[in-house]
């Protein structure tokens, strides 16, 4: 879901890249020590996640795993998704240095908005865990084609058509994310439950 160099008008790009870079000021005075390892890890899957593609439509689609990314990290997200980004755009020219800005938005901010939903729901039983990571990786998915699409359509009216078949390619996407994203939050909370936010309750 990223979006190309050159496809942008000067006011989304410069828009883009001052919240993302707030948006890692935060992060980055918000994130652990201990959690900078985890973080690498995470920016590393959505890196790799997002590099292999599946022919649909007219198009090619891809695990994003931003929900999930962002309920583990918050705001830390930030700094580990644009690192990542930052990568596929110098080594695969995926997006592009001048969009840089805006992609890490459109991921990220999802992922946060998982964060602030979910991690209350983390701790209560198995049933609501399940339920927060598969909306992690549902509505992570679709507020990223939200997002992706309000750029374009900001940008050029006439990308209108093209952001709903973005969005449309992505709702089997927004599925299957939600399916990875439970599993792996039962997994982590089964080998690894300090990694979830917020604790067991006391």
Same mark, same amino acid.
């Given at each position: 879901?990223?979006?190309?160099?050159?496809? #942008?008008?000067?006011?989304? $790009?410069? *828009?883009?890249?001052?919240?993302?870079?707030?948006? +890692? !000021?935060? =992060?980055?005075?918000? &994130?652990?020590?201990?959690?900078?390892?985890?973080?690498?890890?995470?920016?590393?899957?959505?890196?790799?996640?997002?590099?292999?593609?599946?022919?649909?439509?007219?198009?090619?689609?891809?695990?994003?795993?931003?929900?999930?990314?962002?309920?583990?990290?918050?705001?830390?997200?930030?700094?580990?998704? #644009?690192?990542?980004?930052? $990568?596929? *755009?110098?080594?695969?020219?995926?997006?592009?240095? +001048? !969009?840089? =800005?805006?992609?890490? &938005?459109?991921?990220?901010?999802?992922?946060?908005?998982?964060?602030?939903?979910?991690?209350?729901?983390?701790?209560?039983?198995?049933?609501?865990?399940?339920?927060?990571?598969?909306?992690?990786?549902?509505?992570?998915?679709?507020?990223?084609?939200?997002?992706?699409?309000?750029?374009?359509?900001?940008?050029?009216?006439?990308?209108?058509?093209? *952001?709903?078949?973005?969005?449309?390619?992505?709702?089997?996407?927004?599925?299957?994310?939600?399916?990875?994203?439970?599993?792996?939050?039962?997994?982590?909370?089964?080998?690894?439950?300090?990694?979830?936010?917020?604790?067991?309750?006391?």
């Amino acid at each position: 879901m990223h979006i190309s160099e050159g496809v #942008l008008s000067g006011p989304v $790009l410069g *828009a883009g890249a001052a919240l993302a870079a707030a948006g +890692t !000021a935060v =992060g980055l005075k918000t &994130l652990d020590y201990e959690k900078i390892a985890g973080a690498a890890l995470l920016a590393a899957g959505f890196f790799v996640a997002s590099l292999i593609h599946v022919p649909l439509g007219p198009g090619n689609v891809h695990l994003i795993l931003n929900g999930i990314v962002g309920l583990l990290l918050g705001w830390g997200a930030f700094p580990a998704l #644009l690192v990542a980004l930052l $990568l596929q *755009a110098v080594l695969f020219q995926y997006g592009g240095l +001048t !969009a840089l =800005g805006v992609n890490v &938005l459109i991921m990220a901010v999802p992922g946060l908005v998982c964060y602030y939903l979910f991690r209350s729901m983390l701790w209560k039983s198995a049933r609501l865990r399940i339920a927060a990571g598969f909306g992690c990786g549902f509505l992570g998915v679709l507020l990223a084609g939200l997002i992706a699409a309000a750029a374009l359509v900001i940008s050029e009216e006439s990308f209108l058509e093209v *952001a709903g078949l973005i969005l449309a390619a992505h709702v089997p996407v927004m599925f299957i994310e939600g399916i990875v994203s439970a599993s792996g939050v039962a997994f982590i909370h089964k080998v690894q439950p300090s990694l979830l936010p917020g604790g067991p309750p006391r």
